[in-house]
Antibody, heavy 121, light 108 residues
Framework: EVQLVESGGGLVKPGGSLRLSCAASGFTFSSYSMNWVRQAPGKGLEWVSSISSSSSYIYYADSVKGRFTISRDNAKNSLYLQMNSLRAEDTAVYYCAREGLVGKKYYFDYWGQGTLVTVSS | DIQMTQSPSTLSASVGDRVTITCRASQSISSWLAWYQQKPGKAPKLLIYKASSLESGVPSRFSGSGSGTEFTLTISSLQPDDFATYYC??????????FGQGTKVEIK
């Protein structure tokens, strides 16, 4: 069974940093591109960042470019999001999402349960 | 950026109704479109990918169509489990991925 479990969320002050983790199991993690998608309270979904299976290709939404860094450790079946210079508008539930393979590439076929990040003084 | 506009934002319907949600892209995205269902407090669930391909395990009452800039998600006969918020998502090789603002399907 595919499982994605996020952790690392919490309350942080504006300008602060936080590192999110996503532990993957039930599939060959090193074969899949992975993504972070966020959802502000009561709002819609916003794609944040993606990383290819071997970390060769990394992309960010303009809203986080230069502040967030996505990474992965295939040996540990883990995905990370380092978030720096956090702003109030970064407050959201952050989801880890797996991208499908051939035919379903660029779409998110499995999601974690999410971890809440609150940026407030 | 490619903007994705869904309509309507809210839809009131009854069990058994045929429901159609539209998603329009600000520029052509070929068939690079997916639809997701999200229930309160839960992660989204993939329903349709590549505009019209049904994800494994998704009931056949869900269908997708369209290409270019206009796409539709149709629920042929609305069931109690289908009351949720639906999002479209596009992919563009240069501009990344973008979601629509969502359509909430409510009980009439």
């Amino acid at each position: 069974e595919v499982q994605l479990v996020e952790s690392g969320g919490g309350l942080v002050k504006p300008g602060g940093s936080l590192r999110l983790s996503c532990a993957a199991s039930g599939f060959t993690f090193s074969s899949y591109s992975m993504n972070w998608v966020r959802q502000a309270p009561g709002k819609g979904l916003e794609w944040v960042s993606s990383i290819s299976s071997s970390s060769s290709y990394i992309y960010y939404a303009d809203s986080v470019k230069g502040r967030f860094t996505i990474s992965r450790d295939n040996a540990k079946n883990s995905l990370y999001l380092q978030m720096n210079s956090l702003r109030a508008e970064d407050t959201a539930v952050y989801y880890c999402a797996r991208e499908g393979l051939v035919g379903k590439k660029y779409y998110f076929d499995y999601w974690g349960q999410g971890t809440l990040v609150t940026v407030s003084s | 950026d490619i903007q994705m506009t869904q309509s309507p934002s809210t839809l009131s319907a009854s069990v058994g109704d045929r429901v159609t949600i539209t998603c329009r892209a600000s520029q052509s995205i070929s068939s690079w479109l997916a639809w997701y269902q999200q229930k309160p407090g839960k992660a989204p669930k993939l329903l349709i990918y590549k505009a019209s391909s049904l994800e494994s395990g998704v009931p056949s009452r869900f269908s997708g169509s369209g290409s270019g800039t206009e796409f539709t998600l149709t629920i042929s006969s609305l069931q109690p489990d289908d009351f949720a918020t639906y999002y479209c998502q596009q992919y563009n090789s240069y501009l990344g991925r973008t979601f629509g603002q969502g359509t909430k399907v409510e009980i009439k």
